[in-house]
């Protein structure tokens, strides 16, 4: 099993380049590629790289939201609450399932995530302080991802594709259930909308950082875009966020915190402030606000559940075994 370089593995591959020539042609053709099929070393690193690393973000995405479950303002939210933390669970899965057409195991995934070799998303190292945090996940964090996932949609890789189809079908309804939290807060009491701004203020940022660095310092960009696993640069998919997030934020009546944001009609987009990138590396590196805990979290979920794990073994063993005496015994 390919259990080495996985994580920050770079897209450097080594065959010829006839080999590799060949496999852009099938990719430049929008043929897509199936896990039996021959593909550059580095190509497959860099989906287990990309796609492992999404599944980690989708299970530690849980525990953000999770943490307000039993503090929900009403059965209604509760529920929907608590399917939305269902959907992430479930995201996981498809990811996990379609980074094992590649070669690695789930463990493996998850023991890279526990020493800190692999990463997660930059956005659930940050602490849910409010119920007006839940709806301003579902906004912004989900919008975010919307953005970034339906362009994945297409990837080249079938099974990252197909498994992206149905995540944003639910991404987009969490994205619509968390701007009905916030729209009804912002149209409550002064209270009310007051915690729908302070959320905002902390979440806008955080969530502009979702996806990456600036295209000059992102380092798999260019690759991955040839490669056809990425269809946009980061800084592309960030200015689309932004455009369509505004309008959505002036029909609130909330206000971005960025003073900087104004629209430019040459580019037909808006322009924003700096982004803090001494934040996003220091959060990346895993000294984010809540970089402890979540990974804590995970652990205790890992090891509480290995008598599960050990069981499902035992029992796929034995049904196994009693499957290969069967035919002996009829005979
Ligand atoms: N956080 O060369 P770059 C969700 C890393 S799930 C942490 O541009 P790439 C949701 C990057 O990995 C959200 N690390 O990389 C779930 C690379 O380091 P390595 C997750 C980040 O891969 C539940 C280095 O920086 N979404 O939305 O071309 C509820 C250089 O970056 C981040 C996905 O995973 C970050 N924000 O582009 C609600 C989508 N950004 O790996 C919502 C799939 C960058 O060399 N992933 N880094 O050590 C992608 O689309 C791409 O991997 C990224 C980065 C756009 C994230």
Request: proline share 5%; with cysteine.
């Amino acid at each position: 099993m390919y259990s080495q370089g996985l994580i920050g593995a770079d897209g450097r591959s080594d065959e010829t380049p006839e080999f590799l020539a060949a496999f852009q042609a099938r990719v430049d053709a929008e043929e897509k590629i199936e896990p039996n099929d021959d593909m550059p070393e580095g190509y497959r690193r860099t989906l287990v790289r990309q796609i492992g690393q999404h599944a980690h973000s989708e299970i530690v995405g849980m525990l953000p939201e999770g943490n307000w479950i039993t503090r929900a303002p009403s059965l209604r939210r509760k529920a929907a609450l608590l399917a939305k933390v269902q959907d992430e669970g479930g995201h996981g899965l498809y990811l996990y399932s379609a980074a094992e057409t590649l070669g690695v195991t789930r463990e493996q995934m998850t023991e890279e995530l526990l020493d800190g070799r692999a990463k997660y998303s930059s956005i659930f190292n940050y602490p849910t302080l409010s119920w007006a945090d839940i709806g301003t996940i579902g906004w912004l964090v989900d919008g975010a991802a919307i953005m970034n996932q339906i362009p994945l949609c297409r990837c080249s890789y079938g099974p990252y594709a197909r498994a992206m189809i149905r995540v944003c079908k639910e991404e987009s309804f969490h994205q619509r259930q968390g701007y009905e939290i916030v729209m009804k807060l912002a149209q409550g009491t002064p209270e009310q909308k007051a915690m729908a701004q302070d959320a905002l203020n902390r979440w806008w940022w955080p969530s502009i950082m979702m996806f990456g660095p600036h295209d000059a310092d992102s380092q798999h960009s260019d690759q991955s875009m040839a490669w056809k696993i990425k269809r946009f640069t980061n800084d592309e998919l960030r200015q689309k966020f932004i455009d369509a997030t505004v309008p959505q934020a002036e029909y609130l009546g909330l206000t971005l915190p960025d003073p900087d944001l104004k629209w430019n009609e040459e580019k037909g987009g808006y322009d924003h402030g700096p982004i803090n990138w001494d934040e996003f590396w220091s959060v990346v590196k895993g000294h984010g606000p809540m970089a402890r805990d979540r990974i804590k979290a995970r652990r205790k979920a890992w090891d509480d559940g290995a008598w599960v794990r050990e069981a499902a073994l035992a029992h796929a063993e034995k049904r196994k075994a009693r499957r290969e005496a069967a035919p002996l015994a009829a005979e």
